[in-house]
């Protein structure tokens, strides 16, 4: 009988636990992402608190292991390559702590790469030898299936999508560390991207585009978020050029990625992707209008929960020796 295992996303904004058994997502645990956080540490002790306590109420069997996805770039062994401000500090000291408290293996790849193998094994890029699932949440990030084969590039860190630069016309330093860039029709906000220069997620990430609609108006990141992709946003000029510089952006970086890598299909999965899914037909067109040989845009088939499926398939790998070199490699273990 296959092993129960347990799931962890870690998102900059929340973070998702779950028991993962037989393929299908159990009890789970969510949670903002700043509330684990402690000085040094990072998101480490406040994780394994949640999880321990996960699995004391399922109860029902043993761990068998532990798969991490999280908005970072991670190296082959599970080490984080760079620290991100939400709590993730560089080096394996998440992956060390969680199999120190756990007594399991455990496994960490960055969410976007899990995102993928999921959508490719068991969701809406089963047919596809060449494909990106592009993850819209927060921030944005890309997972590659490149002739069948999950893409990591050489050091882990390929598909980091979000970090693509796009030249600024002008800065403002008064506002400290993250300067107010001005994008033309990508719009304005903080970055901290070179000088001259924005990351495009910081213009039209979900937390970006949530900030933009805040402060016309709506209350809370959730709530802001909806305003720009809901039914009664229509009528709000406003609302309407941030759904513009949203299909934009996301647009360019279909392209970009298209001309470089030929893909078949771009698959969208996240929470932003299932609020903007009304508005595929429209990227899909802006596409066809940036590239001559445009790739089919479809929506992921596992919802939010995609990531969550990948990890659980990459702790699998690690207990199933026959699938191990399938998952790793992002191939459908026969």
Known sequence: MPADTLAIDIGGTRTRIAIVRDGRIGRRWEGPTADLAAP???????LVRAALA???EDGQSPIGAVGVGLAAAVDGSGSVLQPRDFGIPAGPLLRDAIASAMGVPVVVDNDANLAAVAEHRRGAARDCANVAVMTLGTNIGVGLILEGRL????????????????PVDATD????????????????????????????????????????????GASGAEGSRLRVFGVGGAAD?????????????????????????DLEAVVLTGGVAQDAAHLLGALQRRVAELVA??????????????ELLGADLLAHAAIDPPAANHARAGLSAQ
């Open 40 to 46: 040094r540490r990072g998101v480490a002790d406040g």
């Open 151 to 166: 893409h990591r590039g050489a050091h882990g860190a390929a598909g980091e999508a979000g970090l693509l630069l796009i």
């Open 237 to 261: 000029p406003l609302i309407q050029q941030l759904v513009s510089r949203a299909l934009e952006g996301w647009a360019l970086i279909v392209a970009d990625l298209s001309v470089v890598l």
């Open 293 to 306: 040989i445009a790739p089919e845009i479809r929506l992921g088939s596992l919802g939010p929960d995609a």
């Open 173 to 216: 330093a008064r506002s400290g560390t993250r300067p107010i860039v001005d994008a033309g029709p990508l719009g304005r906000g903080p970055t901290s991207a070179p000088a001259g220069y924005a990351w495009i997620e910081d213009l039209v990430g979900g937390g970006a585009l949530a900030t933009a609609a805040g402060t016309a």
């Open 54 to 56: 996960l699995a004391e």
